[in-house]
């Protein structure tokens, strides 16, 4: 088993930055791949990025491409969610997943574990 906890959400003006950590306990991440959703309100929970086990391999949906950069440290057991040029339409809460081997990177169907989630709110 694996607990994922997020952090680092909060309230952000249109164009600013956040982090958002996601700390593991009970087993290593460096067998997971790992991800990050987001749900606003609404609407359907939505892929956001994915990195592989060994940080080698990133990948993101393109509304995030060139603003969010997702990256890891196996050995802090973190995964995290570095965003920039924040737009209000980023407005969700935002949770990390954690995922085996095989399965397509993008679906949340590949991720076992999840966090509780984060808050994120972009004023205009």
């Known amino acids: 088993q694996v607990q994922l906890v997020e952090s680092g959400g909060g309230l952000v003006q249109d164009g600013g930055s956040l982090r958002l950590s996601c700390a593991a306990s009970?087993?290593?991440?460096?067998?997971?791949?790992m991800g990050w959703f987001r749900q606003a309100p609404g609407k359907e929970r939505e892929f956001v990025a994915a990195?592989?086990?060994?940080?080698?391999?990133?990948y993101s949906t393109d509304s995030v491409k060139g603003r969010f950069t997702i990256s890891r440290d196996n050995a802090k057991n973190t995964v995290y969610l570095q965003m920039n040029s924040m737009k209000p339409e980023d407005t969700a809460v935002y949770y990390c997943a954690a995922g085996g081997p095989a399965g397509s990177y993008y679906t949340s169907r590949r991720y076992d574990y999840w966090g509780q989630g984060t808050q994120v709110t972009v004023s205009s």
């Open positions: 990195i592989d086990r060994g940080g080698h391999s990133a």
């Open positions: 009970g087993r290593s991440l460096s067998s997971y791949v």
